[in-house]
């Protein structure tokens, strides 16, 4: 099979497929990574121009989305400033604090980030969608959480501590905060370049390791199945004899227009005369 970029973002699809099946995390080092995994720079690169705003740009905070109107402001707008806006000096303050930079639907906004994705679910047949995060030393974006989707981490930048729990074993763990997890499957700190599978329910926490750490997390997820039709519904008599009282007075409408000019013409004129005409001289009838 030919693959668009699954062999080449984690070697073997083989194997990757059999660490799925077992609903174990394991980390992949691909000799580089593919093309289409966009940079640091590339990513972060659209925040220098203050053009970039919510939803496509979001701090979490102590597990908190920070407020919009705390990213900053864009000047001139037709009614005064605009919130919403990140301001870079403003990003900066707030990652120094202990923020976490989030950037969602990559796809939508970058063509590297989409081109990654599109190749991927063409790849497994299902929906891809891209993250980007990134932490200061020592600092965590979310506790013990699970997510409903398998995840593909790409370290893009810096060192990041993973602890990756063992998942239900239906491997349908509900998304959000994991208070008392089970124990860690896997313990590990990833660099640039490393690829972390994080199985679909199983709770998982990150700490930065040093400097600044940003990674790309491609979740996965089974295609949207389109909603079944409807099943018929009964015709009750009510309605039959409604749709008959309306091709009758349709029909009664139609009868009442027609002349004998209309069926002549279309047989060519008037009737012929002699054996099939009626004689002139026959008597009335009675």
């Given at each position: 099979m030919r693959w668009?970029?699954?062999?080449?973002?984690?070697?073997?699809?083989?194997?990757?497929?059999?660490?799925?099946?077992?609903?174990?995390?394991?980390?992949?080092?691909?000799?580089?990574l593919p093309q289409e995994v966009p940079t640091l720079r590339e990513l972060t690169?659209?925040?220098?121009?203050?053009?970039?705003?919510?939803?496509?740009?979001e701090l979490v905070r102590e597990g908190e989305v920070v407020p919009a109107a705390e990213l900053g402001a864009a000047a001139g707008a037709a009614h005064g400033t605009e919130e919403g806006f990140a301001d870079p000096e403003r990003i900066m303050h707030l990652l120094a604090e202990g923020a976490t930079l989030l950037l969602p639907r990559l796809g939508r906004w970058n063509a590297s980030a989409g081109a990654l994705t599109a190749l991927l679910s063409?790849?497994?047949?299902?929906?891809?969608?891209?993250?980007?995060?990134?932490?200061t030393v020592g600092r965590s974006g979310r506790d013990v959480?699970?997510?409903?989707?398998?995840?593909?981490?790409?370290?893009?930048?810096?060192?990041?501590?993973?602890?990756?729990?063992?998942?239900?074993?239906?491997?349908?763990g509900r998304p959000g905060a994991v208070r008392t997890p089970?124990?860690?499957?896997?313990?590990?700190?990833?660099?640039?370049?490393?690829?972390?599978?994080?199985?679909?329910?199983?709770?998982h926490r990150a700490s930065g390791e040093d400097g600044l750490s940003a990674h790309l997390a491609l979740t996965i997820r089974e295609a949207a199945k389109p909603a079944p039709d409807p099943a018929p519904r009964p015709i009750v008599e009510a309605e039959l004899l409604a749709t008959a009282r309306e091709l009758?007075?349709?029909?009664?409408?139609?009868?009442?227009?027609?002349?004998?000019?209309?069926?002549?013409?279309?047989?060519?004129?008037?009737?012929?005369?002699?054996?099939?005409?009626?004689p002139a001289d026959w008597p009335a009838a009675d």
């Open positions: 668009g970029v699954l062999d080449r973002l984690l070697g073997e699809p083989g194997s990757f497929f059999e660490t799925c099946r077992l609903g174990r995390p394991r980390v992949f080092t691909p000799p580089s690169g659209g925040l220098d121009g203050g053009l970039m705003r919510a939803p496509y740009v063409q790849d497994l047949g299902r929906e891809t969608e891209a993250f980007c995060f990134a932490t959480h699970c997510d409903d989707a398998d995840v593909l981490v790409v370290q893009l930048a810096g060192r990041k501590e993973w602890t990756v729990y063992e998942a239900p074993a239906d491997g349908d089970a124990a860690p499957a896997l313990c590990t700190v990833i660099g640039a370049g490393d690829v972390l599978y994080v199985p679909r329910g199983a709770p009758l007075a349709s029909a009664r409408a139609r009868v009442q227009t027609l002349t004998h000019e209309g069926p002549l013409a279309r047989t060519g004129g008037s009737p012929p005369s002699g054996a099939r005409g009626i």
